[in-house]
């Protein structure tokens, strides 16, 4: 059924079911420690100040009950942070775990995953596509290899946008008998 050739490879961002505020950073989680560490530390002045006081009947509950719930957050917060050392993008998204906050267009970020896409330039069919969890460079050459089994032919030409522009990718992709057609971008990574 294909034909042609040549062959087109982009990314696509889809909306994920995870929200910004249930992906984590190692910047964020320490944000988030910080914060509720700072909670319980009023509290138990709170508490102390209420020691003090000549009123010794006030009912302390209410502040020991806020400090237990501080204190079980704390320790789900820090069980993350050991997750997220273990991730090889140092993030993880608690809602749905495969989605990732990654840019999208205009330079704003959303928690997605990005969908990679290999088109036949004559009949515009999707060839191939893959669901990624990272940006567009270094998936050249892995995505057009995927295009290259797919139409059968192995002297394919690959164009895609300066977002795949990477000299050891683009090297990988002539190496397979393919001409990749990439701008250089504002960034290089060589």
Known sequence: ???DTLVTIDGSKFKAV???????????????????????????????????EENQLADDRPIKEKIDGLKKKLSELKALEDEINHQPDNQISTTDPDSRLLVTQGQTRAVCYNVQSAVDTKHHLIVTHEVTNTVDRNQLCRIARKAQDAVGIKEITVIAD????SGT??????????TPLVPKGDTVVV
Do not use: C, W
Request: hydrophobic share 25%.
């Open 18 to 52: 995870n929200s910004k505020e249930n992906n984590y950073t190692p910047k964020k989680l320490q944000f988030h420690i910080a914060r509720v560490e700072k909670h319980i530390d009023d509290y138990l002045t709170q508490l102390a100040t209420k020691d003090q």
């Open 162 to 165: 300066k977002g795949y522009y």
């Open 169 to 178: 990718d683009i090297k990988d992709t002539q190496d397979a008998g393919m």
């Open 1 to 3: 059924m294909f034909t």
